[in-house]
């Protein structure tokens, strides 16, 4: 029964992420299971490996849209796929958590010490999935929380932070169920995140500078046509009609993938575009596969940001998604699904270090679809941006929680950077975000539509984006400290001296 509950607690976890936003149901998840942990007699690897596979079987259903709908695999083979992804997510991010758990045997030890334990190994969790084998930074419990006070915290100490904080306090509440009375330990961490995010409420990290109107273009291509080959020019044909009352604007954003050929191919409408943007004194930046090589040696493809008329540069997109740009199990998967031979399913990465794009007002820091939940990557990138651009397609993952979600990934990046956003889709969610983190200009998914609006360029920088995750790092230095003092304060009780 408590392996069941750990499973229904995961999938309940997700229900604080958008679009549901019911962040007390992820605190009590995150509260239940460090209950859990401390239960006599539980497995806690297993009770977290079900944790997590609750959590991502809810949290990253969306990957079967993509795989099923769009990537033609029959039911069976692609729920079996979505299975095995979901289960090895769980293995690698939750396990973690539960053999950090373990090492230090909950069941023996102080309740305050099992909480400091529990919320210094969810952020080595967290921090783990933003790297290993590429990472998976999605469903980070700061995202859930954007709606409280505790946001104030983010640029400070970034989404990781953030969520130290949240599942700090969750585990808190916990722990006073679990002893039964409210000690000042456990109601000071209980209460610490939140007078701390109250706190910062009031302090103003970056202040107001120019304004630029922007132009973004959301061209609602059918996704089971787009890459048909006597679709290409018609679909650049749709953009520039949509853009066409637009070139007052100072920046122009076209989706990932709004040019279906390669720049090779599609020279004279990438001329022509950049022409007209250079009479009307305006930057353009668009979405293009890119290829390099030879049929003799091979093609490496890219998904690129080409930047036009009174932009500069390109970039090419580094962080690949599983099933999407890169196959996992690439030798049995190739040939078996129609969508894995496509040329974007075999995608290489760009460089790390790759330059900014420049715009005619300052750079800005890029992050093509997927890219935007990797919270250094973007933090690299922002160092000397004026602006930040996110370009996707979400229409892989058709009306499910995927595009939501991913919104609500970017919203939390400007909150971390004290810079303004702008989001182009395909289909949706296509918005411009200002420094606090706010939708302040959106259109409806699924149209064919441009979303015209203001951006303001922040001055100045949050402590995260100048000193990034190192405070984290020193507050998992500072925990271990605290977890070796209580362990020697511990009488055979299980009580702490006074």
Request: hydrophobic residues 55%.
């Given at each position: ?229 006597e679709e290409a020019k018609p679909n650049v044909q749709k953009h520039i009609d949509l853009t066409e009352p637009h070139w007052d604007a100072d920046l122009i954003v076209w989706p990932e993938a709004a040019i279906t050929m390669f720049p090779q191919q599609a020279q004279g409408i990438l001329a022509k575009l950049a022409s007209r943007a250079i009479k009307t004194d305006t930057n353009v930046v ?128 400007a909150v971390e950077n004290g810079r303004w956003l702008v989001r182009a889709t395909n289909n949706g969610v296509t918005a411009i975000v200002d420094h606090l983190g706010t939708i302040t200009a959106q259109i409806p998914q699924f149209e064919a539509s441009v979303l015209r609006g203001w951006v303001v360029l922040m001055q100045g920088r949050t402590p995260y984006s100048v000193v990034g995750h ?29």
């Open positions: 029964m408590r392996y069941i509950l750990a499973l229904v607690l995961g999938a309940i976890y997700c229900l604080g992420f958008a679009p549901f936003d019911y962040w007390p149901v992820t605190f009590v998840a995150i509260a239940g299971l460090f209950w859990l942990f401390n239960q006599v007699g539980i497995n806690v690897l297993l009770a977290a490996w079900l944790f997590g596979l609750g959590k991502y079987a809810v949290g990253a259903s969306w990957i079967y849209v993509s795989i099923h709908v769009y990537g033609g695999a029959p039911p069976i083979l692609a729920g079996f796929l979505v299975v095995l992804f979901v289960a090895g997510l769980a293995l690698l991010f939750s396990l973690p958590l539960g053999w950090l758990i373990k090492l230090q045997k909950p069941q023996q030890n102080p309740v305050l010490l099992n909480v400091t334990v529990f919320a210094t190994a969810w952020m080595v969790m967290d921090w783990v999935s933003t790297w290993l084998l590429t990472g998976f930074p999605w469903l980070l419990p700061g995202y859930a929380f954007m709606n409280t006070t505790l946001l104030a915290s983010a640029p400070v100490v970034g989404v990781i932070g953030m969520s130290f904080l949240v599942v700090l306090s969750s585990a808190g509440l916990a722990g006073m169920v679990l002893q039964r009375r409210v000690g000042k330990g456990l109601v000071a961490v209980f209460l610490l995140p939140w007078l701390l995010g109250w706190g910062l409420e009031f302090m103003q990290w970056v202040k107001p500078g120019q304004r630029q109107a922007v132009a973004l273009v959301q061209g609602n291509l059918d996704q089971s046509r787009k890459w048909l080959r668009l979405g293009i596969p890119g290829v390099q090589g030879s049929a003799e040696e091979g093609y490496s493809y890219q998904n690129l940001a080409l930047g036009l008329g009174l932009a500069r540069g390109r970039y090419a997109k580094q962080h690949l998604v599983p099933f999407g740009e890169y196959v996992p199990l690439e030798g049995l998967l190739r040939g078996l699904i129609e969508f894995f031979d496509l040329p974007m399913s075999s995608s290489s990465p760009g460089r790390m270090n790759q330059p900014n794009i420049r715009l005619s007002f300052g750079e800005v820091a890029m992050a093509i679809c997927y890219e935007v939940a990797y919270p250094a990557s973007m933090r690299r990138h922002a160092q000397t941006a004026t602006l930040l651009m996110t370009i996707s397609n979400d229409t892989w993952f058709g009306a499910s929680i995927g595009p939501l979600q991913h919104m609500q990934i970017a919203r939390m990046r190192w405070p984290i790092f020193g507050v998992v230095v500072i925990c271990l400290a605290m977890i070796v003092g209580l362990r020697r304060r511990k009488l055979p009780n299980g009580a702490l001296t006074p």
